[in-house]
């Protein structure tokens, strides 16, 4: 009685204790199963549900009335609900779910006949037309946010790419200053000029005092015209990087093995109609020249060439394979003493 004086716009609604406690166990929460019940009459759990599938948008829908409550001497505690009252729940979630989905379907179809036919706005309701205009607002608000995320990302990835290509041009700058100082210290080796770098370590071995008395200028001249036959060779052959490399591994051979094994003869003939030989050395320009050089002579009818063992330098055939691993390892080797004659 006191709480219908503090209350009296507040609905007194009498339910079924079991019909309510079935709708609870349902999920629905009791302000609604309350008026589910009392306005489909307390009739049974079905009508019930459908009353509150149609009403689930009332403004006073949680808006908890005061409750008579109807104790059935038949209605069982929540707790002893049988397996049939399971059953029957389960049906009754099913039936929900369908009616969601049929609306839901029922919705979307009148969504697309409103954007093929322009014609139906005027036939919608007020609140659906505005339901359709908050959702497009809604939905295009949304599609911009996700094109600004993505633009974002792109920019980010592009500034992430572009950071780690100056990174790798820098690294390769410096790779290639690298390669030109060594190969500037090893071109001032070679021609016995001073070193300025004094951590540079000579790659030539270690030789007798009376060697070093004895070399003259003539051995200097010869490393000169050793790397002019290379260079030759690579200007020569320029649009076929493969073979100009392949040139050099096999003189490289040639001269290693004479240089590691100078007393095995076969080591130090070479027969000048082999296919190989004349495919990787032979047809190039200034491949043999480089080979006489080092100190190959043709022998019995230009058939061969053969290098005497009392005319092995090893001094002037290490200085040639030096020379042969600058030019393989130095992508600009050659090229500068081009610039300087041009």
Not at 49 to 74: A, G, K, S, Y
Not at 226 to 239: F, G, I, T, V
Not at 250 to 278: C, H, M, W
């Amino acid at each position: 009685m006191s709480s219908t004086l503090l209350q009296p716009d507040v609905p007194v609604m009498e339910v079924s204790m079991k019909l309510l406690g079935e709708l609870e166990s349902l999920g629905f929460p009791r302000a609604r199963a309350v008026r589910g019940l009392h306005y489909s009459g307390n009739t049974n759990l079905e009508d019930a549900v459908i009353w509150l599938i149609d009403h689930e948008n009332d403004p006073d829908i949680d808006q908890m009335p005061l409750v008579t409550i109807n104790m059935d001497i038949e209605s069982p505690q929540p707790d002893d609900i049988t397996e049939a009252i399971k059953i029957k729940e389960q049906e009754l979630r099913d039936q929900v779910r369908k009616k969601n989905r049929e609306e839901e379907k029922k919705l979307e179809r009148e969504r697309e006949k409103v954007l093929c036919n322009p014609s139906v706005f005027p036939l919608l309701s007020s609140w659906y037309l505005r339901h359709f205009l908050q959702e497009r607002i809604r939905a295009g608000k949304a599609l911009q946010e996700t094109k600004r995320i993505a633009e974002e990302n792109e920019r980010q990835r592009l500034i992430a790419l572009r950071k780690a290509e100056k990174e790798e041009e820098k690294r390769a700058r410096e790779k290639v200053l690298k390669k030109l100082e060594v190969d500037k210290l090893e071109r001032k080796r070679a021609l016995g000029l001073p070193l300025e770098n004094h951590a540079a370590k000579p790659t030539r071995p270690i030789v007798q005092e009376e060697e070093k008395n004895t070399l003259p200028v003539k051995s200097v001249k010869k490393d000169d015209r050793l790397r002019e036959c290379l260079r030759s060779l690579k200007l020569a052959h320029m649009d076929d990087n493969a073979r100009v490399k392949r040139a050099f591994q096999t003189l490289l051979i040639y001269v290693g093995n004479v240089a590691k094994s100078p007393d095995e003869e076969k080591f130090r003939k070479i027969r000048l109609g082999n296919p190989k030989f004349q495919e990787r050395v032979g047809r190039l320009k200034g491949g043999i020249e480089f080979l006489e050089l080092c100190g190959f002579e043709r022998s019995e009818g230009n058939e061969f060439l053969v290098f005497p063992r009392d005319k092995v330098d090893m001094q002037l055939l290490n200085s040639a394979g030096s020379l042969l691993k600058s030019a393989m390892t130095n992508p600009f080797f050659g090229l500068l003493e081009k610039e300087k004659k041009d």
